[in-house]
């Protein structure tokens, strides 16, 4: 059964870069598509970007200037860097599984405040 | 980018009654070299993450309960469920993996 789940400060402070993880268990990170997506009441689900079994990745293009997706096969996670945060980017964090997001974790919660 | 627009926003349907949810894309989904489109469907539950009931706009996930079903090509899909139980009471969106950057529908409420 594969599970994820992510981790991470629920409090990032205006201007800082908010960093989470993705702990993968059941499957190899490196075998499949794996997302990145936050969900604000006011703007839904939202795709920040994704990382293809190879290693390439692809951003949200309002966002692609502020993510660094990245994964750790020695550790079997998913990272998530976000920079230069204001108060827009206060969310529940997801990570998923391949293009069509067949395992979620169970989402963080972020607030960006001073 | 590839928008989604979801109709409607929310419906409200009588127990054993069908819900139907469209979901329009900007422009197609369908990948041409594997005749596949690119469209998934998912249900959240308040205080919950998303669930993928479909994917390839038709396949249903894994013990996806067979009421729910979808259809549709290119850039107009939707989702049925054909008997609605109180436990279907949720948010579902469509959600798109064609090319780079990836979307979501808006949402659609439904309700009993």
């Known amino acids: 059964q594969v599970q994820l789940q992510e981790s991470g400060p629920g409090l990032v402070t205006p201007s800082e870069t908010l960093s989470l993880t993705c702990a993968v268990s059941?499957?190899?990170?490196?075998?499949?598509?794996w997302s990145w997506i936050r969900q604000t009441p006011g703007k839904g689900l939202e795709c920040i970007g994704h990382?293809?079994?190879?290693?390439?990745?692809n951003y949200n293009p309002p966002l692609k200037s502020r993510v660094t997706i990245s994964v750790d096969t020695s550790k079997n996670q998913l990272s998530l860097k976000l920079s230069s945060v204001t108060a827009a980017d206060t969310a529940v964090y997801y990570c998923?599984?391949?293009?069509?997001?067949?395992?979620w974790g169970k989402g963080t919660a972020v607030t960006v405040s001073s | 980018d590839i928008v989604l627009t979801q109709s409607p926003d929310s419906l409200a349907v009588s127990l054993g009654e069908r819900a139907t949810i469209n979901c329009k894309s900007s422009?197609?989904?369908?990948?041409?070299?594997?005749?596949?489109?690119?469209l998934a469907w998912h249900q959240q539950k308040p205080g919950q993450p998303p669930k993928l009931l479909v994917y390839?706009?038709?396949t249903r996930e894994s013990g996806v309960p067979d009421r729910f079903s979808g259809s549709g090509s290119g850039t107009d899909f939707t989702l049925t469920i054909s008997s609605l139980q109180a436990e279907d009471v949720a948010v579902y969106y469509c959600?798109?993996?064609?090319?780079?950057?990836?979307?979501f529908g808006q949402g659609t409420k439904v309700e009993i």
């Open positions: 998923a599984r391949r293009g069509y997001m067949d395992v």
């Open positions: 059941g499957a190899s990170i490196s075998s499949y598509y």
């Open positions: 990382i293809s079994n190879s290693g390439n990745t």
């Open positions: 422009q197609s989904v369908l990948y041409s070299s594997d005749n596949k489109n690119y």
């Open positions: 390839w706009a038709s």
């Open positions: 959600q798109h993996y064609y090319g780079d950057s990836w979307t």
